[in-house]
């Protein structure tokens, strides 16, 4: 039977399942727990690393007439008012992004948060071209918050970044082109002690700076930075304010980071707990 008893904010992540818990819809949903929004999972493909080679992403697109189903029955079962931030992660093919769009463009969620996940290990060159340009064309129009890491901003602005000035140049360009509020992670690429991200919005521009915990990239960062923005803007935050809460819960989050067997760790959502 319907209640109406409670009424949490929502929150879609459309994403991959790496199935190690690092990254991915996982690493979304539990990030979502955490920020106190209801979580909900579209799946675009299954990542599996392969421990016999180098860990690389063994990686299964899941069939687009099943990405299309699942937002089907979410958006079925709740609306656009109760259900208005989406976020999107890792699509792996221009098919899954045409699917994905095509989904958005008839429901047009209130925030639609694009963490544009590029190449992904194991998959053709010529295939994550392709990707990369349908992820400009399709979704990055689509978007209201997108949080390029430092090669996907240089993709994403046709600009080279070696250095914080050019970080905050590349993401006004990415602002202009998108309308979207950005915000771009230079993280462990950039040289100095701090990993510094810039954020660019309407609020204005502002440079998110914290000390660098070790010089390796940790498994999750990005997906759980993106998921945190999300949750803060379903939560009513505004973005410039939910980019801060997101990157103090990713700095707690890598300062607290998983060991496994693999090269990297992975983030632990439960940093600021
Ligand atoms: O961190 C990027 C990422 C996103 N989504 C999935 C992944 C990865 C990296 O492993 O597997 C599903």
Redesign the pocket.
């Known amino acids: 039977m319907a209640t109406t008893a409670n009424n949490p904010s929502m929150t879609l992540t459309i994403?991959?399942?790496?199935a190690t818990g690092g990254?991915?819809?996982q690493a979304d949903l539990k990030t979502f727990q955490e920020l106190g929004t209801f979580g909900i999972a579209a799946l675009t493909?299954i990542?599996a690393f392969n421990p016999r080679d180098s860990w690389n992403?063994r990686f299964t697109p899941v069939d687009q007439q099943v990405i299309a189903d699942q937002i089907e029955a979410i958006f079925a079962t709740y609306s656009t008012d109760q259900l208005n931030t989406v976020k999107l992660?890792?699509m792996g093919s221009p098919a899954t992004i045409a699917t994905v769009s095509a989904a958005l463009a008839s429901r047009s969620p209130r925030h639609v948060v694009l963490d544009p996940?590029l190449i992904?290990k194991g998959q053709e060159p010529g295939h994550a071209l392709d990707t990369d340009n349908a992820l400009k064309e399709e979704l990055l129009p689509r978007a209201t918050f997108v949080t390029p890491n430092h090669f996907e901003t240089e993709q994403l602005s046709g600009r080279r970044v070696s250095s914080v000035d050019q970080l905050q140049a590349a993401a006004e360009e990415i602002h202009r082109i998108s309308g979207a509020a950005v915000l771009a992670k230079g993280g462990v690429r950039l040289q100095g002690p701090d990993a510094v991200d810039v954020f660019v919005g309407e609020e204005g521009t502002e440079i998110l700076s914290a000390p660098k915990v070790g010089e390796h990239a940790v498994?999750?960062a990005?997906?759980s930075l993106a998921a945190a923005v999300a949750a803060e803007l379903a939560k009513g935050t505004a973005p410039l304010e939910a980019a801060r809460r997101a990157k103090e819960f990713v700095s707690a989050g890598i300062a607290q980071r998983v060991a496994g067997n693999t090269p990297f760790d992975a983030l632990w959502q439960g940093g600021l707990r």
């Open positions: 994403a991959g399942s790496e990254a991915g819809a493909c990542v992403h992660g890792m996940v992904c498994s999750g990005g997906c």
